[in-house]
């Protein structure tokens, strides 16, 4: 014996779930128009035709509206760049070889990268300096988990400078994504991931005596 869900439970379900959406989305439209700190809570709601309560009830306030935009990026992103170090390792399983830890963190880099370029509106929104307070902890934290990451992964090869390549390969990309999402210019942005790129791809390491 089943027992289906009540049909009105399930239809606020699905609104409360749209009312949220609309809400992140609103809220996307509005801090890449005016920037965080200029973007009012009444203007998110009108454009997502809620009501304050609504957003109330679903977010604490506008920072949790731009932190929770952040994460869903963030998340995003990772899911663009395991996808590629996926394929890398595909790629080079189907020719016999095994893929180095340098050469699958270029091709995560390159996924994320290209994520900045095609979304660098929203990109720009976070690395631009207007956010809530304490935005700037959370950013550092997410760049030591994942040189934290970076460098367990290196750590897989041969490459005896595995935990310095790690961090300077990682700040590198870091550097990368605030130039490429805060130019105005798409070609350029897109000129220069591909030169960052391509640096990344050449670094070689003198090993230890």
Known sequence: M???VPQPAVRSADRGAATRAALLGAAREVFTS????????TEIVARANASVGSLY???TGKADLYVTLFEDFHENQARRARQAVREARAAQAAHGDTAEPRQLFVAAARAYLDGCVQQRELSRLF???????GFDLIMRQRLRDWADRNADFFARGTDPLDEALAVV?????M???AEVSLGED???ARRLADGVLSVMSSISVTPRP
């Open 186 to 188: 798409a070609g350029h």
């Open 175 to 177: 550097l990368a994504v």
């Open 34 to 41: 005016v920037g965080y700190a200029q973007a009012g809570v």
């Open 2 to 4: 089943t027992t289906d």
């Open 57 to 59: 009830h679903h977010f």
């Open 169 to 173: 390969m990682t700040g590198g990309l």
């Open 127 to 133: 690395v631009c300096g207007d956010a809530p307070p």
